[in-house]
């Protein structure tokens, strides 16, 4: 029986990552296959974030697909390889068994995105449909123009989506809307996608870059605040989205009993005090 390996080492080739300051800036390079996640590209995906998450020196990332488009799916030929994981012969229990640990695999790669301490922004153009929605609902904030084109086309392929979008799609649209995209598949558009939540901003771009020039300037932004406050706000919000109010309290009053008192702390009161902009050691 034959499995998809996605922890070999290499070298990325699939994605980039440039840095600016604190700022990092991460592409899908598959843009003559409109980005399409191949396997190559979601072990690279899980690699980078991890190395992201653990890079003292970045505060925000941004995540970008190269070309006219975001992210258009699984790539057709890992689905074939995912078939091919059961030949003739394979004893069913094992081979069910085998499909069981890919899927949970490949759902670790995406809360790998959502895992990583800093806030990571979504520049997104073109298409950004099946599992590129579930890449996109991983991130902190999204950010799309007026062409952007968002779908879940599970249903219409005949299978459930499983790596994510249908648990953290409703906790960002509201259950309706996320049942609506789910079941009917339709095409849902930038400004459409602002007014329900899916994005926090429709921007007007000329072109991709220029978007992602837009989330940039915002990353910046982002990057010049206190690290630890940063970081303790994002997990703080993703802890209280699954656990009761009572629990998220009690998370927020632990972290903050450690790190609360902070050379942070000092710099931000210091700052204020003189009329200047606070700085920040990563």
């Not at 329900?196 to 870059?209: R, T």
Request: charged share 25%; net charge negative; glycine share 8%.
């Amino acid at each position: 029986m034959s499995t998809l390996d996605l922890d070999a080492p290499a070298t990325p080739t699939a994605l980039s990552v440039t840095h600016d300051g604190g700022v990092a800036t991460v592409r899908l390079e598959r843009p003559e296959a409109a980005n399409a996640l191949d396997r190559t590209l979601w072990r690279e995906l899980r690699d980078t974030f991890t190395a992201l998450d653990a890079d003292p020196g970045v505060r925000v990332v941004v995540l970008a697909g190269a070309g006219k488009h975001f992210c258009a799916g699984i790539d057709l030929s890992m689905l074939g390889e995912i078939q091919g994981m059961a030949p003739d012969g394979a004893d069913p229990g094992r081979a069910r068994e085998a499909l069981r640990r890919l899927i949970l695999d490949l759902q670790d790669v995406l809360t790998t995105v959502e895992r990583c301490r800093v806030p990571v922004l979504a520049a997104i153009q073109g298409v950004c449909v099946g599992a590129g929605l579930d890449l996109a609902v991983a991130c902190d904030l999204r950010y799309a123009t007026p062409r952007t084109k968002f779908s879940l086309k599970e249903v219409d392929m005949g299978l459930a989506a499983d790596v994510g979008v249908l648990q953290r799609l409703p906790r960002i649209v509201g259950e309706g809307r996320a049942r609506e995209m789910a079941y009917t598949c339709r095409d849902v558009r930038g400004p459409e996608a602002e007014t329900m939540g899916l994005v926090n901003a429709c921007v007007e771009a000329d072109d991709p870059e220029a978007l992602v020039a837009h989330v940039q300037e915002i990353a910046r932004g982002l990057a010049a605040k206190s690290p630890l406050a940063m970081r303790g706000t994002k997990h703080a919000i993703t802890y209280a989205r699954d656990h009761s109010v009572a629990d998220g309290l009690d998370q927020i009053a632990t972290w903050n009993a450690s790190a609360l008192i902070s050379e942070d702390l000092t710099e931000a009161v210091t700052a204020f005090s003189q009329g200047r902009a606070p700085r920040y050691a990563d």
